[in-house]
């Protein structure tokens, strides 16, 4: 079974702190990706990546920066956390090529105060 | 542009009372189109990929199927417990290996 798993389920921070959201996953997948999840707004694509130390920008990277420096480990990175970035993060992982079905991890809710 | 539209937004139907969900999409080459699952509060959880036209895959009660414009979830008989948000997702030709997300349709089964 895919296995997906982000550091934390919930995370209360304060406007201007720093945050880090793990992910990991267990199924050498190349790529990696980071989404938010917002009512009315669906999935958007944050940041992913397709091999270690590489990374591209999604469709709403502003405010954040991504970090892989192992292949099983993709790290989200809010620099100075705001208002607006409270929202469900989610990431996934899948193989490159024909196989290219995304597996979830189980989300983590962000609420910035 | 690349688009994902599903519909009905949200479902309610009856215990048993068979129906489907929709996913249309406009897309300049189709690599292959997932449905997920998602419950409150969770990640998605993967059902199908489906990969070409007249393609069907089988899941208990759910059934997806592809044409070149749209895909279908048959849901047969449903029971309570298939109450949750459904989503499509669309993998493009010329997108990487990112995909396109539908807004979903939210499914309540009444006992």
């Known amino acids: 079974d895919v296995k997906v798993t982000q550091s934390s389920r919930y995370l209360v921070k304060r406007t201007g702190e720093k945050v880090f959201l793990e992910c990991v996953q267990d199924?050498?997948?190349?790529?990696m990706f980071w989404y938010r999840q917002d009512p009315g707004l669906g999935l958007r694509l944050i940041y992913f990546s397709y091999d270690v130390k590489m990374k591209e920008k999604g469709d709403i990277p502003e405010g954040y920066s991504v970090s892989r420096e192992k292949k099983e480990r993709f790290s989200l990175i809010l620099e100075s956390a705001s208002t607006n970035q409270t929202s469900m993060y989610l990431c996934?992982?899948?193989?490159?090529?024909?196989?290219?079905?995304?597996?979830f991890g189980p989300g983590t809710r962000l609420l910035v105060l | 542009e690349d688009q994902v539209t599903q519909s009905p937004e949200a479902l309610r139907l009856q215990e048993g009372e068979s129906s489907s969900l929709n996913c249309s999409y406009t897309?300049?080459?189709?690599?292959?189109l997932f449905w997920y699952r998602q419950d409150p509060g969770k990640g998605p959880e993967f059902l199908f990929t489906?990969?070409?036209a007249g393609e069907e895959k089988e899941k208990e009660r759910l059934k997806a199927t592809l044409t070149k414009k749209e895909s279908f979830l048959h849901i047969t008989a449903p029971k309570p417990e298939d109450s949750a948000t459904y989503l499509c997702a669309v993998h493009p030709g010329n997108r990487d290996d990112k995909i396109i997300f539908g807004k979903g349709t939210r499914l309540h089964i009444l006992p």
């Open positions: 897309v300049s080459g189709l690599r292959g």
């Open positions: 199924m050498d997948h190349e790529n």
């Open positions: 489906l990969y070409s």
């Open positions: 996934a992982s899948s193989f490159s090529g024909p196989q290219e079905t995304q597996y």
